[in-house]
């Protein structure tokens, strides 16, 4: 089992930066790859970015050059630290894990991005 707790949501103007934290715990030495997955209102869940245990990202078109997800191996943590935000980046987002080993993913409660002026 692994636990998933996000925090650094908020209201921010476009143009503006915020950090989300996705904190692990549990099997933590299982995981393979974590990721942060979004879901605004009347769409579906789409991923952000992924990050895999050996380093190796990914990111959606849509946050290319803006978003950069890193992980801190000693704190359990991933971040996904977010520039120049747009209202379309207004969601949900969702730290996920996954466990290739016995097929299967983990999710956050989510945290709430809202960007408006």
């Known amino acids: 089992q692994v636990q998933l707790v996000e925090s650094g949501g908020g209201l921010v103007q476009p143009g503006g930066s915020l950090r989300l934290s996705c904190a692990a715990s549990?099997?933590?030495?299982?995981?393979?790859?974590m990721g942060w997955y979004r879901q605004a209102p009347g769409k579906q869940r789409e991923l952000v970015a992924t990050?895999?245990?050996?380093?190796?990202?990914k990111y959606a078109d849509s946050v290319k050059g803006r978003f950069t997800i890193s992980r801190d191996n000693a704190k359990n943590t991933v971040y996904l630290q977010m520039n120049s935000l747009k209202p379309e980046d207004t969601a949900v987002y969702y730290c996920?894990?996954?466990?290739?080993?016995?097929?299967?993913?983990?999710w956050g409660q989510g945290t709430q991005v809202t960007v408006s002026s």
């Open positions: 996920n894990a996954e466990i290739m080993a016995i097929a299967a993913e983990y």
């Open positions: 990050i895999t245990s050996g380093a190796s990202t």
């Open positions: 549990g099997s933590i030495f299982s995981i393979n790859a």
